[in-house]
């Protein structure tokens, strides 16, 4: 059957206006009609019947930005009514139903959205790769066999076949930046510490961070404008390219073009600089996360150990052992990270990295190596607790790699004027 083209946010928005349960109807086809069944049980991990949606989608107000446009939430995210399972086994028996919705939630349907369902995730949120041993692993829609990456997988997906113009993701250690790159989206990560994250189901609370896809540059800069606000600069933007870890020799290359669009590479003494900080973040990165997740976890990690997946439950009970020794330098790292970003952004407005090592990876390529190679790319922005765009690359080969641009803040101006300069939509 031949996948259904996307709807942009304008186009789902004069159909619900017009014809509410014509527009449940639309979605509940480009479910059934863009994934396979396995696809669907592993990227929705709780879809609104079509009447319960139609009534969700005629009731929200007219007046509003947003007004009547669907979308998926990750299941880290509370939804009223809703059970909170975290792509996991048994969350859902050791934590109550939610009765009223996350703060994120709350705040699009403010802003007119309509909340149709939610979207599944590595489990617990605690990988890169998208696989889930509960639900299913989560395939790109137009490449079966490879994944979407992770851990934001079933938002991805939902967003790159085309069911829904956008979807709310996490990102801790580049849970939307990889998905983005591999799946051809546009991403935007926020910040730790926001109200829309603080009240999401936690993996490590100093890194994570919310965030949503968006299939074009013009609907990521329209929907961040509408929630955010944009900021303005009457002065050129500077940044720099930083070339950073083990990369495939396709996605350098392209990735070396595409950042040209938006600066130039980094100096020599500049790229020092940022090395000496950003190189060997990755293991600091997992120290301080792990910790925080089996903190997270503590009442359950030994007296739930079967209901884990075997590689979850060793990441979080690694969490436990670390050294004081360990512990104190991977704090001394993330602050003398955090010191030379801030230094680096008194003359600079953004910093451009590549986003994954290569192109969406195969089931075979999920591994323990190839996690590494990602978390070298996303680790120094989650530590330095950084925004950051992901904007997709193409490659000759019909996949995609992806850009992160670094700011400073959420409302650097940046933002617009990088999805301005990047239009290409990938996907």
Request: overall charge neutral.
């Amino acid at each position: 059957m031949t996948a259904l083209a996307p709807l942009s946010l304008a186009e789902w928005q004069s159909l619900s206006r017009r014809d509410p349960a014509a527009a449940a109807r639309e979605l509940h086809r480009r479910v059934v009609t863009n994934l396979l069944p396995a696809q669907q049980r592993a990227c929705l991990a709780q879809l609104d019947d079509v009447d319960a949606l139609a009534a969700k989608l005629a009731a929200a107000p007219a007046n509003t930005p947003l007004g009547g446009i669907p979308y998926f939430a990750k299941d880290l995210f509370d939804v009223a009514g809703v059970p909170t399972r975290a792509g996991s086994a048994f969350l859902s028996e050791v934590r109550p139903t939610p009765t009223r919705d996350g703060a994120i939630v709350q705040a699009f349907a403010a802003a007119g959205a309509v909340c149709a369902g939610k979207t599944h995730l590595h489990e617990f949120a605690y990988g890169i790769t998208g696989e889930n041993p509960h639900y299913g692993d989560c395939e790109h829609p137009q490449f079966p066999g490879r994944t979407t990456g992770g851990s934001s997988s079933g938002s991805a997906a939902a967003v790159a076949a085309g069911i829904v113009p956008f979807a709310l993701g996490t990102d801790t250690g580049g849970s939307m930046r990889v998905p983005a790159a591999f799946c051809g989206l546009y991403s935007i990560r926020l910040t730790p510490g926001h109200a829309w994250i603080a009240d999401a189901f936690p993996l490590a609370p100093s890194c994570d961070s919310a965030g949503w896809f968006t299939r074009t540059a013009a609907e990521l800069s329209a929907l961040t404008g509408m929630m955010l606000g944009h900021g303005t600069s009457r002065r050129e933007l500077r940044g720099c390219y930083l070339e950073l870890g083990e990369l495939d020799p396709e996605i350098a290359t392209a990735c070396r073009v595409a950042a040209a669009r938006l600066c130039a590479p980094a100096d020599a003494a500049t790229s020092g600089q940022l090395h000496d900080a950003l190189d060997d973040c990755a293991l600091a990165y997992v120290v301080l996360t792990s910790a925080e997740s089996a903190r997270v976890h503590a009442a359950w990690l030994d007296s739930h150990r079967e209901r884990y997946s075997p590689t979850v439950w060793q990441r979080l009970d690694r969490g436990r052992h670390w050294s004081e020794a360990e512990s104190i330098a991977a704090e001394v790292r993330r602050h003398f990270l955090r010191h030379t970003l801030a230094s680096y952004f008194l003359t600079y407005d953004f910093l451009v990295l590549p986003a994954t090592p290569g192109a969406a990876f195969t089931k075979a390529e999920c591994n323990q190596r190839n996690r590494e190679r990602i978390l070298a790319l996303t680790a120094p922005a989650s530590l330095a607790g950084l925004p950051a765009l992901t904007l997709p690359v193409p490659l000759a080969s019909g996949l995609t790699g992806g850009l992160q641009v670094i700011v400073p803040s959420v409302q650097s101006p940046v933002i617009p004027w990088a999805l301005k300069t990047f239009p290409v939509n990938a996907g």
